[in-house]
């Protein structure tokens, strides 16, 4: 009655997560990482609908397939959705996770009637682990390197990888009977790292999705560029090769500034996307009021926004930054009342024989993250590269 007691409270725990988190991203605009993962968790939503018909039917023996290879594909999933919030291909990965799940059914199917509780049961440790590690190793990389919400799934995902590990090796050395197995790696305990993995990843990706979903939803869409004067990465990079190459034609220099906003995911959290939402808008609209009036505003990575004009000196750059740092300072305490994110600018200045543009983003973006988190100042200048 305890084992059923406690299955029952682990298949409530990932049906009614996976629910919600699956209803909330179809009521709310979303990104694909939160696409990615809501497929995710609906993979263990089928996987315990397929345990549950095994457990009530014993004859149903072509559940355990069904189940082991959904339990493949959730995991699988929720690391490609890692994947795709950091912006990674996506191909080759989707295929192996198919795969896998694929070769998981294929061998409890394979063991037919007779294969039991366990039929085909490494064929599902074993990618279990694997993808499990993958996905701990992403959170460690790209964007979601840089989100302090990441660490509880890195968190995570290396125990589920290190618990398939040793369940794999217990299956192998001591067998499913073993008292080993049974009391370290059975069902109870199964169950209990479900539970506690289930949680964890809802409310990790729930938050993650949240900061992304509010500064990559409508106003960053082609049409909201449009009416917004806010152009593409690719459009503004290509912009800022080509006046990069104008300027130093006519003994110019370009200046680029990076606005870094940090805590959003916080915020989100703590006071609703909403004002997350509100904030976004704010920040740009204020961004563009304090440009000049023939610069050129574009999207960057990681959310950040990047501006290009010609300046006579750094001095006129600085001074530049400071009016856009005020502007925005005024913009977000008026909209939320002192509830305002981390923000620094970074600015980078070329000279008629300077750097290339690629190098005049990056030392921007790399003054703006310093900026965001210094204590002495929320504008920097970068140094120029050598």
């Known amino acids: 009655m305890e084992q059923d007691s406690l299955a029952t409270v682990t298949a409530l725990v990932v049906v009614v997560s996976a629910v919600l988190y699956i209803v909330e991203t179809f009521l709310r605009r ?7 993962w809501a497929l995710g968790f609906l993979s263990g939503l089928v996987t315990t609908l397929f345990y549950l018909v095994w457990a009530t039917e014993p004859e149903s023996w072509w559940a355990v397939a069904g189940g082991n290879a959904m339990f493949v594909a959730s995991t699988g999933l929720l690391w490609l959705g890692c994947r795709r919030y950091n912006e990674k291909s996506m191909t080759v990965p989707a295929v192996v996770v198919v795969a896998a799940a694929v070769a998981a059914a294929a061998a409890a199917l394979l063991e037919g009637p007779d294969g039991g ?3 085909g049961a490494l064929w599902m440790f074993v990618p279990l682990c694997v993808f499990a590690a993958l996905a701990a190793l992403a959170t460690r990389q790209g964007a979601l390197r840089h989100a302090p919400t990441a660490a509880a799934l890195t968190c995570a995902f290396a125990g589920e990888a290190a618990f398939y590990a040793g369940r794999t090796a217990a299956f192998v050395t001591a067998g499913p009977e073993s008292e080993l197995f049974r009391t370290w790696f059975g069902t109870e ?12 990843t809802v409310v990790g990706t729930s938050v993650l999705r949240a900061a992304r979903t509010g500064l990559r939803g409508q106003a960053t869409r082609e049409g909201a560029r449009a009416t917004s004067g806010i152009r593409s990465r690719r459009e503004f990079d290509a912009d800022l090769a080509q006046a990069v190459q104008d300027a130093r034609r006519h003994g110019e220099q370009i200046a680029v500034f990076v606005v870094r906003l940090e805590e ?35 999207e960057q990575d990681d959310d950040l926004l990047a501006i290009m004009t010609t300046v006579r000196s750094s001095a006129e750059a600085r001074r530049l930054g400071m009016a856009m740092y005020r502007e925005l300072f005024d913009a977000f305490n008026a ?40 204590v002495a100042s929320a504008v920097l200048v970068a140094e120029p590269s050598a």
Do not use: K, M
């Open 30 to 36: 979303d990104d694909p990482a939160g696409r990615v």
């Open 117 to 119: 509780d366990w039929a």
């Open 189 to 200: 305990a199964a169950s209990v790292l479900t539970v506690v993995l289930t949680i964890t």
């Open 264 to 298: 959003l995911d916080y915020i989100a959290t703590a006071f609703g996307i909403e004002l997350a939402d509100e904030l976004i808008a704010e920040g740009r609209a204020a961004v563009l009021r304090s440009t000049p009036a023939l610069a050129v505003v574009g």
């Open 335 to 374: 909209a939320s009342g002192g509830v305002l994110p981390s923000l620094g600018v970074g600015i980078a200045v070329g000279s008629a024989r300077g750097q290339d543009a690629p190098t005049l983003l990056a030392d921007a973006r790399a003054a703006a993250e310093r900026a965001a988190s210094s």
